[in-house]
């Protein structure tokens, strides 16, 4: 069965360090993977998505994922964290009909 | 991608009361998608909104407590059925295609009092 992890349920970083938000998924098909972000109060935006091209996947706000399937990985990174990104991340896997099943997700705080 | 428009943004609902949740997606879409958001967690799918059948639900969710309705390839809603305190969650639809991305809409937030 298809699943998600999220290492660390809280990220805290200074504004401008680099961003690292840990993914790891488990699949028995090559899979479809998402990070989503959610700002408070409000619902989830798509930052990227991985489908099987390019396994560096550039999104919106800077933010980018690499698949690695060795490591069953899709870390989220942003070189230069800055206040606006704080917000919840939200690790995704589809696993057919169109269903996701998300990790746990991760709180990242930005300290001025 | 599709957006969606999902009302209402929230209410405060009195124990053993209904709220209906609407979902309207400005273009045609065949998969359409209810989850559940409880306070501090993840989302959770209650089920699939098929057009022209009944809803799919998963485990632990059933169609007497969260009836839904597909009338349209554009619409569908969730009822919450006779409400309790632990039904206080945000509520949201999706819709989309594996391959593009599903889009959310902007939740609701239930509280049951």
């Known amino acids: 069965a298809q699943s998600v992890t999220q290492l660390g349920s809280h990220v805290s970083v200074s504004e401008g360090a680099l961003v690292l938000l840990r993914c790891n998924y488990s699949s028995s098909v090559p899979p479809y993977l998402f990070w989503y972000v959610q700002y408070p109060n409000q619902g989830l935006q798509l930052l990227l998505k991985?489908?099987?091209?390019?396994?560096l996947v550039k999104g919106i706000n800077g933010f980018e994922a690499e698949f690695k399937k060795s490591e069953t990985s899709f870390h989220l990174t942003k070189p230069s964290a800055h206040m606006s990104d704080a917000a919840e991340y939200f690790c995704a896997v589809s696993v057919g009909g169109g269903k996701l099943i998300f990790g746990q997700g991760t709180e990242l705080s930005v300290k001025p | 991608s599709a957006v969606i428009s999902q009302k209402p943004s929230r209410d405060i609902c009195q124990r053993g009361t209904s709220l209906t949740i609407q979902c309207q997606v400005d273009?045609?879409?065949?998969?359409m998608f209810w989850y559940r958001q409880q306070p501090g967690q993840s989302l959770t799918l209650i089920a699939t909104a098929n057009q022209g059948s009944e809803a799919t639900y998963e485990s632990g969710f059933v169609i007497d407590k969260f009836p839904i309705s597909r009338p349209n390839l554009t619409f569908s809603t969730l009822t919450v059925s006779n409400m309790s305190p632990e039904d206080s969650s945000i509520y949201l639809c999706?819709?989309?295609?594996?391959?593009?991305?599903?889009?959310f809409g902007s939740g609701t937030r239930l509280t049951v009092v």
């Open positions: 273009s045609q879409v065949t998969m």
């Open positions: 999706s819709a989309g295609v594996s391959s593009g991305g599903y889009t």
């Open positions: 991985y489908t099987s091209a390019a396994t």
